[in-house]
Protein backbone atom coordinates (compact mmCIF):
# COMPACT_ATOMS: atom_id res chain seq x y z
CA UNK A 1 0.00 0.00 0.00
CA UNK A 2 1.32 3.66 -0.53
CA UNK A 3 0.82 6.83 1.19
CA UNK A 4 -2.72 7.51 -0.82
CA UNK A 5 -5.56 5.55 0.19
CA UNK A 6 -9.27 5.21 -1.17
CA UNK A 7 -12.42 4.27 0.26
CA UNK A 8 -14.70 2.41 -0.85
CA UNK A 9 -12.83 -0.03 -2.97
CA UNK A 10 -15.91 -0.93 -4.82
CA UNK A 11 -18.95 0.67 -5.41
CA UNK A 12 -22.21 -0.36 -6.92
CA UNK A 13 -24.97 2.27 -7.62
CA UNK A 14 -27.56 2.89 -9.49
CA UNK A 15 -28.42 5.97 -12.11
CA UNK A 16 -30.55 7.93 -9.45
CA UNK A 17 -27.86 7.43 -6.60
CA UNK A 18 -26.01 9.71 -4.61
CA UNK A 19 -22.46 8.98 -3.13
CA UNK A 20 -18.49 9.96 -2.51
CA UNK A 21 -15.56 8.75 -3.26
CA UNK A 22 -12.68 9.91 -0.65
CA UNK A 23 -8.99 9.84 -0.54
CA UNK A 24 -6.78 10.57 1.72
CA UNK A 25 -3.17 11.27 0.96
CA UNK A 26 -0.33 10.63 4.36
CA UNK A 27 2.63 12.11 2.51
CA UNK A 28 2.29 16.18 3.52
CA UNK A 29 1.62 16.74 -0.19
CA UNK A 30 -0.02 20.09 -1.47
CA UNK A 31 -2.01 18.60 -4.61
CA UNK A 32 -4.49 15.87 -5.34
CA UNK A 33 -5.73 14.75 -8.60
CA UNK A 34 -8.68 12.51 -10.08
CA UNK A 35 -8.16 9.95 -12.57
CA UNK A 36 -10.44 8.06 -14.71
CA UNK A 37 -9.68 4.66 -15.84
CA UNK A 38 -12.41 3.26 -18.22
CA UNK A 39 -11.54 -0.11 -19.97
CA UNK A 40 -9.55 -0.76 -22.75
CA UNK A 41 -8.67 3.62 -22.34
CA UNK A 42 -5.95 5.34 -21.16
CA UNK A 43 -6.32 6.90 -17.51
CA UNK A 44 -7.83 10.17 -18.26
CA UNK A 45 -7.01 13.17 -15.83
CA UNK A 46 -10.19 14.93 -14.19
CA UNK A 47 -9.59 17.29 -11.57
CA UNK A 48 -6.23 19.12 -10.10
CA UNK A 49 -6.27 20.78 -6.55
CA UNK A 50 -3.09 22.61 -5.50
CA UNK A 51 -3.75 23.83 -1.97
CA UNK A 52 -7.61 22.93 -2.38
CA UNK A 53 -7.79 25.35 -4.57
CA UNK A 54 -9.34 23.49 -8.05
CA UNK A 55 -6.67 24.27 -10.61
CA UNK A 56 -8.07 21.83 -13.55
CA UNK A 57 -11.40 20.94 -14.50
CA UNK A 58 -10.33 18.39 -17.72
CA UNK A 59 -14.12 18.95 -19.26
CA UNK A 60 -15.28 16.43 -16.52
CA UNK A 61 -19.47 16.73 -16.75
CA UNK A 62 -21.29 18.07 -13.92
CA UNK A 63 -22.62 15.16 -12.07
CA UNK A 64 -18.66 14.83 -10.95
CA UNK A 65 -18.18 17.17 -8.39
CA UNK A 66 -14.82 17.57 -6.51
CA UNK A 67 -14.52 18.70 -3.07
CA UNK A 68 -11.06 19.58 -0.87
CA UNK A 69 -11.58 20.33 2.19
CA UNK A 70 -7.64 20.70 3.35
CA UNK A 71 -4.21 19.17 1.34
CA UNK A 72 -4.94 15.66 3.07
CA UNK A 73 -8.68 14.79 1.98
CA UNK A 74 -10.22 14.83 -1.60
CA UNK A 75 -13.56 13.82 -2.31
CA UNK A 76 -15.11 12.95 -5.60
CA UNK A 77 -19.03 13.25 -5.46
CA UNK A 78 -21.70 11.29 -7.54
CA UNK A 79 -25.23 11.94 -8.49
CA UNK A 80 -27.08 10.70 -12.01
CA UNK A 81 -24.11 8.95 -13.27
CA UNK A 82 -24.65 6.79 -16.56
CA UNK A 83 -23.61 3.33 -16.82
CA UNK A 84 -21.04 4.81 -19.39
CA UNK A 85 -19.11 6.20 -16.05
CA UNK A 86 -18.52 3.21 -15.11
CA UNK A 87 -14.51 2.87 -13.94
CA UNK A 88 -11.43 2.95 -11.86
CA UNK A 89 -11.31 6.02 -10.38
CA UNK A 90 -7.81 6.67 -9.58
CA UNK A 91 -6.18 9.44 -6.75
CA UNK A 92 -3.09 10.19 -6.83
CA UNK A 93 -0.84 13.49 -4.73
CA UNK A 94 2.24 15.20 -5.51
CA UNK A 95 4.08 17.44 -3.15
CA UNK A 96 2.77 20.35 -5.10
CA UNK A 97 2.23 21.14 -8.91
CA UNK A 98 5.89 21.39 -9.76
CA UNK A 99 5.67 19.38 -13.48
CA UNK A 100 9.55 17.90 -12.50
CA UNK A 101 7.53 15.94 -9.08
CA UNK A 102 6.34 12.34 -8.93
CA UNK A 103 2.68 11.50 -8.43
CA UNK A 104 1.81 8.84 -6.52
CA UNK A 105 -1.54 6.90 -6.79
CA UNK A 106 -4.10 5.30 -4.25
CA UNK A 107 -5.52 1.87 -5.01
CA UNK A 108 -8.29 3.49 -6.44
CA UNK A 109 -12.21 2.51 -6.36
CA UNK A 110 -13.63 0.27 -8.56
CA UNK A 111 -17.47 2.00 -9.76
CA UNK A 112 -20.23 0.46 -11.28
CA UNK A 113 -23.50 2.08 -12.68
CA UNK A 114 -26.32 -0.11 -13.19
CA UNK B 1 -2.44 17.39 -27.22
CA UNK B 2 -0.02 14.92 -26.04
CA UNK B 3 -0.05 11.73 -27.47
CA UNK B 4 1.57 8.62 -25.71
CA UNK B 5 1.71 4.97 -27.45
CA UNK B 6 3.13 2.00 -25.74
CA UNK B 7 4.12 -0.86 -28.02
CA UNK B 8 3.32 -3.74 -28.23
CA UNK B 9 0.30 -3.56 -26.34
CA UNK B 10 0.46 -7.29 -25.02
CA UNK B 11 3.38 -9.58 -24.56
CA UNK B 12 3.70 -13.12 -23.18
CA UNK B 13 7.38 -14.78 -22.25
CA UNK B 14 9.07 -17.43 -20.78
CA UNK B 15 10.52 -16.89 -17.40
CA UNK B 16 14.30 -15.98 -17.54
CA UNK B 17 13.44 -14.00 -20.68
CA UNK B 18 14.50 -10.04 -20.88
CA UNK B 19 11.52 -8.12 -21.08
CA UNK B 20 11.89 -4.73 -23.65
CA UNK B 21 8.48 -2.31 -23.71
CA UNK B 22 8.45 1.11 -25.52
CA UNK B 23 7.33 3.86 -24.95
CA UNK B 24 6.78 7.04 -27.75
CA UNK B 25 5.25 10.89 -27.47
CA UNK B 26 4.52 13.30 -29.44
CA UNK B 27 5.60 16.21 -27.59
CA UNK B 28 8.98 15.78 -26.51
CA UNK B 29 8.51 19.73 -23.76
CA UNK B 30 8.04 16.98 -21.50
CA UNK B 31 9.68 17.44 -17.66
CA UNK B 32 9.70 13.69 -16.72
CA UNK B 33 8.78 10.22 -17.84
CA UNK B 34 7.18 7.54 -15.73
CA UNK B 35 7.00 3.65 -15.54
CA UNK B 36 3.89 2.09 -13.20
CA UNK B 37 2.82 -1.16 -12.99
CA UNK B 38 -0.73 -2.15 -12.42
CA UNK B 39 -2.19 -5.57 -11.46
CA UNK B 40 -5.49 -6.36 -12.49
CA UNK B 41 -8.16 -4.58 -10.61
CA UNK B 42 -5.84 -2.33 -8.53
CA UNK B 43 -3.73 0.98 -8.51
CA UNK B 44 -0.39 1.96 -10.25
CA UNK B 45 2.87 1.31 -8.74
CA UNK B 46 5.46 3.87 -9.42
CA UNK B 47 8.44 1.82 -10.79
CA UNK B 48 10.75 4.75 -12.50
CA UNK B 49 11.07 8.31 -12.87
CA UNK B 50 13.44 10.17 -15.17
CA UNK B 51 13.73 13.90 -15.57
CA UNK B 52 14.10 15.16 -19.09
CA UNK B 53 17.28 16.01 -18.04
CA UNK B 54 18.31 12.38 -17.77
CA UNK B 55 19.05 9.88 -20.28
CA UNK B 56 18.32 6.79 -17.89
CA UNK B 57 17.09 5.59 -14.34
CA UNK B 58 18.03 1.78 -12.88
CA UNK B 59 16.18 0.16 -10.27
CA UNK B 60 16.99 -3.56 -9.14
CA UNK B 61 16.29 -5.62 -12.66
CA UNK B 62 14.48 -2.75 -13.72
CA UNK B 63 16.49 0.12 -16.32
CA UNK B 64 14.37 2.69 -18.13
CA UNK B 65 15.91 5.26 -20.73
CA UNK B 66 15.09 8.28 -22.23
CA UNK B 67 15.40 9.50 -25.52
CA UNK B 68 13.53 12.97 -25.53
CA UNK B 69 14.36 14.59 -28.88
CA UNK B 70 13.20 11.29 -30.13
CA UNK B 71 9.96 10.78 -28.23
CA UNK B 72 11.20 7.47 -26.99
CA UNK B 73 11.47 5.70 -23.64
CA UNK B 74 12.60 1.39 -23.24
CA UNK B 75 11.64 -0.08 -19.56
CA UNK B 76 13.97 -3.07 -19.88
CA UNK B 77 13.36 -5.74 -17.23
CA UNK B 78 16.54 -8.41 -17.19
CA UNK B 79 15.25 -11.84 -16.20
CA UNK B 80 11.48 -11.80 -16.07
CA UNK B 81 9.58 -13.89 -13.44
CA UNK B 82 6.37 -15.03 -12.97
CA UNK B 83 5.77 -12.25 -10.70
CA UNK B 84 6.49 -9.78 -13.42
CA UNK B 85 2.67 -10.17 -15.34
CA UNK B 86 0.98 -6.93 -14.98
CA UNK B 87 0.54 -4.25 -17.07
CA UNK B 88 2.96 -1.66 -17.81
CA UNK B 89 1.62 1.65 -18.18
CA UNK B 90 4.04 5.05 -19.28
CA UNK B 91 3.33 8.39 -18.82
CA UNK B 92 4.51 11.28 -19.48
CA UNK B 93 4.42 14.99 -17.61
CA UNK B 94 3.76 18.40 -19.64
CA UNK B 95 3.17 21.15 -16.82
CA UNK B 96 1.42 19.53 -14.02
CA UNK B 97 -0.55 16.98 -16.11
CA UNK B 98 0.54 13.18 -16.94
CA UNK B 99 -0.70 11.61 -20.08
CA UNK B 100 -0.72 7.62 -20.14
CA UNK B 101 0.10 5.28 -22.59
CA UNK B 102 -2.29 2.53 -22.80
CA UNK B 103 -0.24 -0.05 -21.49
CA UNK B 104 1.89 -2.80 -22.07
CA UNK B 105 0.30 -6.68 -20.76
CA UNK B 106 2.48 -8.66 -19.87
CA UNK B 107 2.71 -12.44 -19.01
CA UNK B 108 5.91 -14.22 -17.80
CA UNK B 109 4.92 -17.92 -18.07
CA UNK B 110 6.63 -20.29 -15.87
Known amino acids: ETGVTQTPRHLVMGMTNKKSLKCEQHLGHNAMYWYKQSAKKPLELMFV???????ENNSVPSRFSPECPNSSHLFLHLHTLQPEDSALYLC?????????????FGPGTRLTVL | KQEVTQIPAALSVPEGENLVLNCSFT??????LQWFRQDPGKGLTSLLL?????REQTSGRLNASLDKSSGRSTLYIAASQPGDSATYLCAVSNDYKLSFGAGTTVTVRA
Open chain 1, 49 to 55: YSLEERV
Open chain 2, 27 to 32: DSAIYN
Open chain 2, 50 to 54: IQSSQ
Open chain 1, 92 to 104: ASSQDTNPHNEQF
